[in-house]
């Protein structure tokens, strides 16, 4: 089995965003799957760990593609941004407002069509059994979502947190149209995709609400350290 890995966050990313999908697709060719990783050429992470480049395992396909990102634009230096810890808020204010507002469901959003359009040619070239997700960023489903309804090959979405009820959005002062923009994008993925799979049994509640399969896989440690 052949898999198509979706996610913004891979080595030299730091932070628990990277951990889960990078220690999977450390081991899933144990389990006889083959993965497929598509991130990002030129991230802007707020936190690196290069440590973990290290943990990639060797030979496995990385395709990667440059994104625009209009965060880049809204903050001050990256330096300040990290010693901040500012990840995906501006602690209110305007920053935070224009973030919420116009940028759904996240900065993300305008890699969406350009990952579309090279991961097409990309699967019309190989054999791919199944896409998956993970957010958040959750454009990175909206991406899988377009691809899942364009080819007949099965979709996995990774919820690493919950998508309107993401515990920062309070900071955005989302009007009712961004937020109303959120839920339809995030019902439509929930409804759409094959299989959801999140951290928490508590996640896996408020999913199965609309999503027709939920399953629990927890983070959890990687016992080789």
Same mark, same amino acid.
């Given at each position: 089995?052949?898999?198509?890995?979706?996610?913004?966050?891979?080595?030299?990313?730091?932070?628990?965003?990277?951990?889960?999908?990078?220690?999977?697709?450390?081991?899933?060719?144990?389990?006889?799957?083959?993965?497929?990783?598509?991130?990002?050429?030129?991230?802007?992470?707020?936190?690196?760990?290069?440590?973990?480049?290290?943990?990639?395992?060797?030979?496995?396909?990385?395709?990667?593609?440059?994104?625009?990102?209009?965060?880049?634009?809204?903050?001050?230096?990256?330096?300040?941004?990290?010693?901040?810890?500012?990840?995906?808020?501006?602690?209110?204010?305007?920053?935070?407002?224009?973030?919420?507002?116009?940028?759904?469901?996240?900065?993300?959003?305008?890699? /969406?069509?350009? @990952?579309? %359009?090279?991961? #097409?040619?990309?699967?019309?070239?190989?054999?791919?059994?199944?896409? !998956?997700?993970? =957010?958040?960023?959750?454009?990175?489903?909206?991406?899988?979502?377009?691809?899942?309804?364009?080819?007949?090959?099965?979709?996995?979405?990774?919820?690493?947190?919950?998508?309107?009820?993401?515990?920062?959005?309070?900071?955005?002062?989302?009007?009712?149209?961004?937020?109303?923009?959120?839920?339809?994008?995030?019902?439509?993925?929930?409804?759409?995709?094959?299989?959801? /799979?999140?951290? @928490?049994? %508590?996640?896996? #509640?408020?999913?199965?609400?609309?999503?027709?399969?939920?399953?629990? !896989?927890?983070? =959890?440690?990687?016992?080789?350290?």
């Amino acid at each position: 089995m052949k898999v198509l890995i979706i996610t913004y966050y891979w080595p030299p990313a730091g932070g628990s965003g990277v951990q889960r999908w990078l220690k999977f697709v450390k081991y899933l060719q144990e389990f006889g799957i083959e993965p497929v990783v598509y991130t990002v050429e030129n991230a802007n992470y707020l936190k690196q760990d290069t440590s973990l480049l290290n943990e990639v395992p060797k030979g496995i396909e990385i395709l990667k593609q440059p994104i625009w990102e209009p965060t880049a634009l809204l903050f001050w230096k990256k330096s300040k941004q990290q010693t901040k810890g500012i990840s995906n808020v501006s602690k209110g204010g305007f920053l935070s407002f224009i973030r919420g507002n116009f940028f759904i469901p996240d900065p993300k959003v305008f890699w /969406v069509k350009p @990952s579309v %359009s090279y991961l #097409q040619k990309y699967l019309d070239a190989n054999d791919i059994d199944v896409i !998956i997700s993970t =957010g958040p960023p959750h454009s990175m489903h909206l991406i899988a979502e377009r691809l899942h309804q364009k080819n007949d090959v099965k979709w996995l979405a990774d919820f690493r947190d919950p998508w309107s009820d993401l515990y920062y959005n309070k900071d955005f002062k989302q009007l009712a149209f961004a937020k109303n923009k959120n839920r339809k994008l995030e019902e439509s993925v929930l409804k759409n995709a094959d299989c959801i /799979v999140t951290v @928490s049994n %508590s996640l896996k #509640q408020e999913f199965e609400k609309i999503a027709k399969k939920v399953e629990v !896989i927890t983070n =959890g440690f990687d016992d080789e350290f």
